[in-house]
Structure formats: structure tokens, C-alpha cells
């Protein structure tokens, strides 16, 4: 399942990130990479672990924690701390698919079952840098506002296309989900939202509202790992 969720920062979380970062300590943006992802990849990156990466990260989680529909699409058990990059003129990652388990601080192991990329530039300000997904339908070409979440299958094969005027900056990071199955996890996703709307138009206590907040507890029961 590949979705596009709006408004994951608003505009002032937006400007403390970006001033977070613009001033931060930018380096090889191989410095994270598996072998495959190292000859594909031209940009730059945030230290990881520094001090500006830490606290744009935290303002990220804190946004990510407080927006339903990723937690709703995600169903996250474990967050890698997010990563920032940029891309000048020239640069580009060519397709590849993101390593199965990533290694963070602390002995943390967070196995990718979904990818992100929270767009972090207006997109009026750079030229290319779309960050193309395949799937089943076919190559997607993505390029979303600032503030705006791209979240998709992390064994997807992918790849941000030449940046050719401007700067793409971006946050990105990886999620292990209490349900691993992609098609489990759009399952319950339709599901939740379904419930929403009879919600909505029925209210919360009304039967059938009930008997699909049911379903989708036990189906949550039977495909999660925790």
C-alpha cells in the first residue's frame, strides 16, 4: 500500500525543522548506505546521531505520533530515528530497495516493512527530484508540498529521479509494523476507515459501528506480532 498523507508538519513544526537542519553538519549521504544503495546513490546528508538531526527527528515523531492516519495506515511498533537529506543540482539515488533490517543507536533493530520520505522543500523550488515507487501498476511518480508524507512499501524497488535546478531536502525514515503483511495492513486500513464514516453518519454507538470496530480488533489480534 502506498498512500500519501498531508499535513504530517504544519507550517510552524515545518520552519523549526528546516532551521534545524539547514544548520546542521551535512556529509556523504553514503554514509548510511548497504553496498547496492552506494553505487546508485549522489546527495548529501545529515550527521546521523548529531545534534540537529536529533532534535528534528524529535519534532518529526512527535508530529507522526499525533497524526491518525499514519498511525492508522503504519500500525508502527518501532520507528528508525529519522534521517534528513538533500539533493543539488546533478544528484539523484538510482533504483534500489531498502535493506530488510536497519541497524540504529542503541542496539536498536527495526525491521523495514514500510519506507518514508516527508517532504521537506516547496516543490516549486527545485526541479526533478521525484521520488519514483514501482508496483504492480507501475512506476509512480511522486512529488509532494512541504509537510506532506509519501509512506509505501519498503521492498519496493525505488528511486529519486535527477534533481536538475533547486535543492530537494527531505526527511526519511523506516517502520516495523505490529502487522509485517502489506495486504493485511490495507485490509485494516479500509476497515478503519470504513468504521470512521458509518461513525460519522450513525455515531459512535450505533450497531454497526460496533460490529466493525469488532472485526477489526480481531483481525488486528490475528495478524499482529505484538
Known amino acids: 500500500m ?44 545529515l550527521a546521523e546521531g548529531s545534534a540537529a538531526a536529533r532534535e528534528a527527528g524529535t519534532v518529526v515523531i512527535a508530529a507522526l505520533q499525533a497524526c491518525p492516519t499514519f498511525i492508522a ?3 508502527p511498533a ?37 519506507s518514508a520520505t516527508l517532504f521537506l522543500a516547496d516543490p ?5 527530484g521525484e521520488l519514483t515507487v514501482e508496483d504492480r501498476a507501475g512506476a509512480q511518480a511522486v512529488k509532494l508540498p512541504a509537510g506532506h508524507m509519501l ?6 524497488l525505488h528511486r529519486v529521479e535527477p534533481v ?22 490495507r485490509i485494516l486500513f479500509d476497515l478503519d476507515n470504513a468504521a470512521r464514516s458509518v461513525a460519522a453518519a450513525q455515531g459512535h454507538d450505533a450497531r ?4 466493525l470496530t469488532g472485526v477489526y480488533h480481531n483481525l488486528l489480534r490475528r495478524w499482529a506480532d505484538a
Not at 454497526?208 to 460490529?211: D, K
Open 73 to 75: 495506515a503504519a500500525l
Open 151 to 156: 509512506l509505501y512499501p519498503a521492498s519496493s
Open 164 to 185: 536538475t535546478r533547486g535543492e530537494r531536502i527531505a526527511c526519511f525514515f523506516w517502520v516495523q509494523s505490529m502487522v509485517r503483511d502489506d495486504g493485511a495492513r
Open 2 to 45: 502506498m498512500i500519501a498523507i498531508p499535513d504530517v508538519l504544519n507550517a510552524e513544526q515545518l520552519a523549526a525543522v528546516r532551521a534545524t537542519i539547514d544548520g546542521g553538519e551535512w556529509i556523504d549521504g553514503n554514509a548510511t548506505s548497504g553496498h547496492q544503495s552506494a553505487l546508485a546513490k549522489r546527495n548529501r546528508q
Open 124 to 128: 516549486g523550488s527545485y526541479d526533478g
Open 208 to 211: 454497526p459501528v460496533i460490529e
Open 78 to 114: 518501532k520507528i528508525f530515528p529519522p534521517l534528513f537529506n538533500r539533493y543539488a543540482a546533478g544528484e539523484a539515488f538510482g533504483t534500489h530497495v531498502d535493506n530488510a533490517i536497519r541497524l540504529g543507536p542503541d542496539g536498536l533493530r527495526v525491521r523495514s516493512d514500510l
